[in-house]
């Protein structure tokens, strides 16, 4: 949405910032660009709520690559909180973003050793290593994070993913997993999941991918990325050596499967953009056949 700011108030910008902090809104160009224009300037006029702005404009100014305005941001809070442990924490990512990795780090440090039940720049710590590609440095710390903070789902998504960069995807499925304890009625946690499994391989995995797969469309039933990953599976089990019983179960779910991304991906005569998708289903389910072991 775009802003007509040369014609709001002051007063007005105020409470669209606090309008995007309520709804966790970033927002990052027309924060700063209304900061610039508008608010800076009246920023005495805050009250107790100007704290609160300088730091959204800091993370606005980190994301836009606006490191004046989050030094001079951060310098104002200094001023007011010299001992403050979070204005320390911004100074780290002010140091982060200049590529001043080891300055940052000791930064960190310092945090940590005053705070050690602050998850914050631990997990500074951790993006730090990321961004430098040190990826096996980065999960060990992650897995140390995560001894003290077991609860943290987002830091479970994040070391899942560094796993899956490493081709490790045992442990990426135990990640998920992990997050799956949390969340149980979260059909993209299954989803994923079940893309995790299928990707392993063997008939073990695909037969469990099946399940996870399943239960995503139980959850949602207009996942259609979910009914794609079933159909696979269906497939990879009906082409296996497993059980007369298991590939007539398969096959029958195949059909299903088929027939729902068929409804799903048409509206009524006219045809979408997934009609290559169902007929190359189609065409492979066409050639499908039970045979006996």
């Known amino acids: 949405m775009a802003y007509n700011y040369e014609q709001m108030s002051w007063s007005e910008v105020r409470d669209l910032f606090r309008k995007w902090r309520e709804d966790n809104e970033?927002?990052?160009?027309?924060i700063v660009l209304l900061w610039k224009t508008v608010l800076e300037e009246k920023a005495s006029k805050l009250g107790n709520e100007r704290h609160l702005v300088l730091e959204q404009v800091i993370i606005a100014a980190f994301d836009c690559a606006r490191l004046d305005i989050s030094e001079k941001c951060i310098?104002?809070?200094s001023q007011e909180f010299p001992g403050s442990l979070r204005v320390q924490k911004y100074k780290a990512m002010r140091?982060?973003?200049?590529?001043r990795y080891d300055e940052a780090n000791d930064v960190l440090d310092d945090i940590i050793s005053k705070d050690e039940t602050n998850a914050a720049p631990r997990k500074r710590k951790i993006a730090i290593l990321k961004?430098?590609?040190k990826t096996g440095e980065a999960i060990k710390e992650l897995c140390e994070y995560l001894k003290k903070f077991m609860s943290d789902q987002e830091a479970w998504?994040?070391?899942?993913s560094l796993y899956l960069s490493e081709n490790e995807y045992s442990k990426a499925a135990f990640c998920m997993e992990e997050v799956l304890l949390h969340n149980p009625h979260s059909h993209l946690i299954h989803q994923r999941l079940a893309e995790i499994r299928y990707t392993m391989g063997g008939l073990e995995n695909i037969e469990i991918a099946k399940s996870y797969?399943?239960?995503?469309?139980?959850?949602?039933?207009?996942?259609?990325?979910a009914l794609y990953g079933l159909y696979l599976c269906c497939n990879h089990i009906i082409n296996s050596k497993a059980s007369v019983n298991k590939r007539k179960d398969a096959q029958k779910l195949a059909s299903y499967a088929l027939a729902e991304i068929q409804a799903k991906s048409s509206v009524g005569d006219k045809k979408t953009q997934n009609d290559k998708y169902i007929g190359a289903l189609e065409n492979a389910f066409g050639n499908l056949e039970l045979k006996s072991n």
């Open 213 to 225: 797969y399943s239960q995503a469309l139980k959850l949602n039933a207009h996942n259609l990325r």
């Open 95 to 99: 140091l982060e973003a200049l590529g």
């Open 157 to 160: 998504h994040e070391l899942c």
């Open 75 to 77: 310098r104002e809070l």
């Open 26 to 30: 970033r927002k990052s160009d027309d």
């Open 131 to 133: 961004a430098r590609g």
